[in-house]
Nanobody, 120 residues
Framework: QVQLVESGGGLVQPGGSLRLSCAAS????????MGWYRQAPGKQREKVAV???????NYEDSVKGRFTISRDNAKNTVYLQMNSLKPEDTAAYYC??????????????WGQGTQVTVSS
């Protein structure tokens, strides 16, 4: 069994910062891409940022220059540093990972979501 556990969401004022963390645990043999998606009320889930096992990154246009994704492969953890937050960044943020698990092969896994609210 594989689990992704997120932390770090909360309420922040516009212009503020938050750091999200997501740790993968369980019967993990290898990790491929990891990333963050978000979903605001009434909208579809969208990709925010993705990082490959080699460290290549890709960002959604609206967060470029403000958000930074990173990972610690020794800890099976991915981070999202969010700076200069805007009200339109308000959403539930979901961690994603493509994992090779012992006995089940490569599969996509999702965290339970953590709420980020940007408001004065």
């Amino acid at each position: 069994q594989v689990q992704l556990v997120e932390s770090g969401g909360g309420l922040v004022q516009p212009g503020g910062s938050l750091r999200l963390s997501c740790a993968a645990s369980g019967r993990i043999f290898s990790l491929n891409a990891m990333g963050w998606y978000r979903q605001a009320p009434g909208k579809q889930r969208e990709k925010v940022a993705v990082i490959t096992s080699g460290g290549s990154t890709n960002y959604e246009d609206s967060v470029k220059g403000r958000f930074t994704i990173s990972r610690d492969n020794a800890k099976n953890t991915v981070y999202l540093q969010m700076n200069s937050l805007k009200p339109e960044d308000t959403a539930a943020y979901y961690c994603y990972a493509n994992i090779l698990s012992i006995g089940t092969g490569w599969q996509d896994y999702w965290g339970q979501g953590t709420q980020v609210t940007v408001s004065s």
